[in-house]
T-cell receptor, first 113, second 112 residues
Framework: GAGVSQSPSNKVTEKGKDVELRCDPI?????LYWYRQSLGQGLEFLIY????????KSGLPSDRFSAERTGGSVSTLTIQRTQQEDSAVYLC???????????FGSGTRLTVV | DQQVKQNSPSLSVQEGRISILNCDYT??????FLWYKKYPAEGPTFLIS?????DKNEDGRFTVFLNKSAKHLSLHIVPSQPGDSAVYFC???????????FGAGTTVTVRA
């Protein structure tokens, strides 16, 4: 596609439920990143996928968070047993493996009530 | 542990005047610095960058200055325009690291 597409744009969920956030990167971009922005905070790195290499999961805050990238394209971020502190805007970005080329999606605003 | 800090959460400037946004970092391994701009309900978009081998990079109305000894960079917007009203994020990466560390952002409001 022309840009990075994320869905849903907004998600309200009850504490304890699981959620899935989707990212469709720019076609041909081999690198895919997930970040999140909590209220009043900067963007926090979560996970990085590059081609067929093992992902860098070093930013995932707990084992309730997981992500996969199927066929080197679409990625899904899953949060199990959501907590109120998970409320944030989750941003996906893709690039041609250079920091200059980060293109962000519009994000998913997750609210856990 | 916030490695990139933007200590001014907001800035208001009159149209036509200069906007100066500041950013400080703590990690001496950072060698590449970027500014991103974000409008509401949109993702951040890349604005301008600078490598640690330079102390200034200019692109039209936007200039980024880097002071490595002070671990400080700034973004100058001259002249400021109403369309510049947005949140500006400072970001940095270390050598051979694809991860960006972001500041908390500065909200710029340009008054007509």
């Amino acid at each position: 596609g022309a840009g990075v597409s994320q869905s849903p744009s907004n998600k309200v969920t009850e504490k304890g439920k699981d959620v899935e956030l989707r990212c469709d990167p720019i076609s041909g971009h081999t690198a895919l990143y997930w970040y999140r922005q909590s209220l009043g905070q900067g963007l926090e790195f979560l996970i990085y996928f590059q081609g067929n290499s093992a992902p860098d999961k070093s930013g995932l805050p707990s084992d309730r968070f997981s992500a996969e990238r199927t066929g080197g394209s679409v990625s899904t971020l899953t949060i199990q047993r959501t907590q109120q502190e998970d409320s944030a805007v989750y941003l996906c970005a893709s690039s041609l493996a250079s920091t200059d080329g980060y293109t962000f999606g519009s994000g998913t605003r997750l609210t856990v009530v | 542990d916030q490695q990139v800090k933007q200590n001014s959460p907001s800035l208001s400037v009159q149209e036509g005047r200069i906007s100066i946004l500041n950013c400080d970092y703590t990690n001496s391994m950072f060698d590449y610095f970027l500014w991103y701009k974000k409008y509401p309900a949109e993702g951040p978009t890349f604005l301008i960058s600078i490598s640690s081998i330079k102390d200034k990079n200019e692109d039209g109305r936007f200039t980024v200055f880097l002071n490595k000894s002070a671990k400080h960079l700034s973004l100058h917007i001259v002249p400021s325009q109403p369309g510049d009203s947005a949140v500006y994020f400072c970001a940095a990466s270390a050598i051979d690291d694809y991860k960006l560390s972001f500041g908390a952002g500065t909200t710029v409001t340009v008054r007509a």
